[in-house]
């Protein structure tokens, strides 16, 4: 069977009969040819790039606030905490992955053909709600990234933001490996405004080193732990495991046992490495905080325009702040397009629904630019503020209905034939998704009630 036809027939023992059976993503499943020969290096370059697209989400504008606020209040100490959400991201990604290499479907379509319609329909409307979520987080994100380097005002930024409404679909005509460049060419922009911060902010490196070993003070320090919660909860996000069980299908690789084995190979190692850049970015933002703020006293810097205000006095590098803010619209354009390729996944998936994707696109920015308009108007800056942490507490909400089908599909010897993950990873996967659940539910409690 030729590699860019997957094999869909469905496996009766571990599918519903009726589900539909599609290809995901289908204009561009199976569309980027892998060298038939050569060396590793070369096998390697040709899965990178799904993983790059991933972690997009778990640097998003979502994750600066947590980050900012933790390192200007705790100094160094919740580094550890980061690299703990980290490796549960390393593993769930890597999990969503091979859902899709294995199966030939996305998480979406994976619990479309598990679960009745009215579960399914019940999945879908929590992830549209968390998926526009992540579109009003990107939104205000851009637009605040707009105000700090040109002064635009926070409602004209927010209807700039929707221009970016044809940017996926300028990228995808182009090809899908062009998307992938474009994302990681901005990806490499923030790593080098944050490299050029951490190098003027001159950390002491034995700090920081100590900054990831964990701490019991986390744990008995009620504002500490209220903080490491919530850098947990804005790190794991849930379209991001809808996404990566679909793009890794992009790849030609042989759809038999031997191609999957190779491919969920390099693809699982593609996504580490890109989400080890992700750790730098969210480290950066956190160091930067704690050199700058903490250090200076400045312990209650939680927002994005104070950080941008300190950030150049404070380091005595004029510059400092303009790159804070390049990042941070770097980081709002990627993040725009990987929620919307997340939507458009999330419906086809569900609903067997196929919309233009113009159409997809100006629906759910349409939706996320209103609140961020009105709340604007009314409170001004201090109400995006808010309505940034509340994009989070949704995006927490829906965390759950995501990973716990994920971790079920590929314990499952009957959807994952020999690919089905053994005893042991399973055992840390139920006890990452439990801590996940745990942790965002209590955030979610403490945000509305506390």
């Known amino acids: ?10 496996d009766t023992a571990g599918w519903r009969a009726d589900a539909p059976v599609t290809k995901s993503l289908a204009e561009v499943n199976a569309t980027i040819a892998l060298p038939v020969a050569g060396r590793q290096w070369r096998r390697l370059l040709a899965f990178v790039g799904p993983g790059y697209l991933v972690s997009v989400g778990y640097m998003d504008p ?4 947590t980050d900012l606020a933790g390192g200007s209040k705790f100094g160094y100490t919740l580094l550890s905490v980061i690299l703990l959400s980290n490796l549960m991201a390393i593993l769930l990604q890597s999990l969503a992955a091979r859902l899709g290499i294995v199966t030939d479907r996305d998480l979406a379509q994976a619990c479309r053909a598990t679960y009745s319609p009215p579960v399914n329909f019940l999945l879908w409307v929590a992830c549209e709600a968390a998926i526009i979520a992540c579109d009003l987080a990107e939104v205000i994100g851009t637009a605040i990234a707009l105000k700090l380097l040109f002064g635009i005002p926070l409602i004209g930024g927010a209807l700039l933001a929707a221009l970016d409404a044809f940017l996926l679909l300028l990228l995808m005509n182009r090809g899908f490996r062009f998307l992938e460049a474009f994302v990681i060419a ?46 947990i909860g804005a790190t794991v996000m849930p379209h991001n495991l809808y996404l990566h069980s679909s793009i890794v299908q992009t790849r030609a690789y042989e759809r038999n046992d031997e191609g999957r084995r190779e491919a969920i190979k390099w693809a699982t190692t593609d996504s580490t490495i890109a989400l080890m850049l992700a750790l730098f970015i969210n480290a950066a933002i956190l160091v930067v905080a704690a050199a ?21 006095p404070l380091l005595g590098l004029g510059i400092a702040s303009t790159l804070f803010a390049v990042a941070l619209l770097a980081s709002g354009l990627n993040s725009t397009v990987t929620a919307t390729l997340a939507g458009q996944i999330v419906m086809e998936g569900f609903l067997d629904l196929r919309l233009p994707s113009w159409a997809r696109r100006l629906l759910t920015r349409g939706i996320a ?24 507490v949704v995006l927490s909400m829906q965390l759950p209905f995501a990973v716990i089908p994920l971790v079920r599909f590929v314990s499952d010897r009957r959807k994952m034939g020999k690919f089905a993950i053994p005893a042991y990873v399973a ?19 403490d945000t509305l009630f506390g």
């Open 427 to 445: 055992t840390i996967a139920w006890i990452v998704a439990g801590v996940i659940v745990v942790l965002n539910l209590k955030l979610l409690f």
């Open 186 to 231: 901005l990806l490499a922009v923030i790593a080098v405004c944050f490299a050029v911060q951490i190098a003027a902010a001159a950390p002491p490196v034995a700090e920081v080193l100590r900054g990831f070993m964990p701490k019991s003070e986390i744990f008995t320090n009620p504002e500490m732990l209220y903080i490491a919660i919530g850098i």
């Open 292 to 312: 700058t703020f903490h250090k200076s006293g400045h312990s209650d810097v939680a927002e994005i325009g104070q950080a941008f205000e300190l950030l150049s």
């Open 62 to 65: 979502g994750n600066w606030a």
């Open 369 to 392: 630019i209103v609140p961020v308009i009105i709340v604007t108007a009314i409170y001004g800056e201090r109400g995006t503020a808010d309505l940034l942490v509340f994009s989070q």
């Open 1 to 10: 069977m030729d590699a860019r036809t997957p094999d869909l027939t469905p």
